[in-house]
T-cell receptor
């Protein structure tokens, strides 16, 4: 089954404790992206990657890191999480075609206390 | 100015009625337009995509695009309680990036 898999689904952590949210896709998509979703603000892009070893900042990259060492994986790293990073996070991927939609993972609900 | 704007709602319609959801976008040369449905706490799922001016129908759903007015809409005919969700409008701009509206909350009343 074609899918984007994120882990974990739920994560509660404390301020300053480094964490990684994993994302993997099995559709051979070159493009992958991370979004955060907050009430009233909608989906905002954190980082995206057009291909292996190519990453770029989205609209809200502060406090986040990403890496793209393999085509299928695109982990999101919070090196020193803060309470304002409490949010619902989605990983997404899409194919190369101009008409290709985004396919979303199931989401990770992160709480930073 | 936001890239994509939607009325946040909430929009309430009785079961069996037509629900009309609207979206405007700022990048005049955007190419691709998508409607996603999102249930509370779940991930967005694609309902429809549209690329050319006019209407595109898929079952109970019709997407409408007017590039001159920079306007996209989604009509849901014979609305069902299971259609109650937040609907996200997404636009892929010339930079190949997706921008999302904040979503319109729809409630279908049995």
């Amino acid at each position: 089954e074609a899918q984007v898999t994120q882990n974990p689904r739920y994560l509660i952590t404390v301020t300053g404790k480094k964490l990684t949210v994993t994302c993997s896709q099995n559709m051979n998509h070159e493009y992958m992206s991370w979004y955060r979703q907050d009430p009233g603000l909608g989906l905002r892009q954190i980082y995206y990657s057009m291909n292996v070893e190519v990453t770029d900042k989205g609209d809200v990259p502060e406090g986040y890191k990403v890496s793209r060492k393999e085509k299928r994986n695109f982990p999101l790293i919070l090196e020193s999480p803060s309470p304002n990073q409490t949010s619902l996070y989605f990983c997404a991927s899409r194919g190369q075609g101009w008409d290709s939609p985004l396919h979303f993972g199931n989401g990770t609900r992160l709480t930073v206390t | 100015q936001k890239e994509v704007e939607q009325n946040s709602g909430p929009l309430s319609v009785p079961e069996g009625a037509i629900a009309s959801l609207n979206c405007t976008y700022s990048d005049r040369v955007s190419q691709s337009f998508f409607w996603y449905r999102q249930y509370s706490g779940k991930s967005p799922e694609l309902i429809m995509s549209i690329y050319s001016n006019g209407d595109k129908e898929d079952g109970r759903f019709t997407a409408q695009l007017n590039k001159a007015s920079q306007y996209v809409s989604l009509l849901i005919r014979d609305s069902q309680p299971s259609d109650s969700a937040t609907y996200l409008c997404a636009v892929r701009n010339t930079g190949n990036q997706f921008y999302f509206g904040t979503g319109t909350s729809l409630t279908v009343i049995p």
